[in-house]
């Protein structure tokens, strides 16, 4: 069975930073392109950003020098180190693992971002 569980989001004050783990389980993430999205209350999902099977990696325009994606494959997981917040990041941020080839596609559960003061 396949799991991508998030953690690590939280309250956090403008200007702070958070770290978003995505730990798999039931799949070896460096075979997949791993994205981060987030999604606030009637909106759609933001691709925020991306990292592939080569470590190639994408950002939205939005986070651009103040996220980084990375992954650490000896532990399964992959990061979103969040800098420099704003009150607009606040949403519920998911994790996705896509192997295209194979028609996966997971999701994890989401985990809450708030950036108030």
């Known amino acids: 069975q396949v799991q991508l569980v998030e953690s690590g989001g939280g309250l956090v004050q403008p200007g702070g930073s958070l770290s978003l783990s995505c730990v798999a389980s039931?799949?070896?993430?460096?075979?997949?392109?791993i994205n981060w999205y987030r999604q606030t209350p009637g909106k759609q999902r933001e691709l925020v950003a991306t990292?592939?099977?080569?470590?190639?990696?994408n950002y939205a325009d939005s986070v651009k020098g103040r996220f980084t994606i990375s992954r650490d494959n000896a532990k399964n997981t992959v990061y979103l180190q969040m800098n420099s917040l704003k009150p607009e990041d606040t949403a519920v941020y998911y994790c996705?693992?896509?192997?295209?080839?194979?028609?996966?596609?997971?999701w994890g559960q989401g985990t809450q971002v708030t950036v108030s003061s």
């Open positions: 990292i592939t099977e080569g470590s190639s990696t």
């Open positions: 039931g799949v070896i993430l460096r075979s997949y392109t």
């Open positions: 996705n693992g896509v192997r295209t080839n194979w028609g996966a596609n997971y």
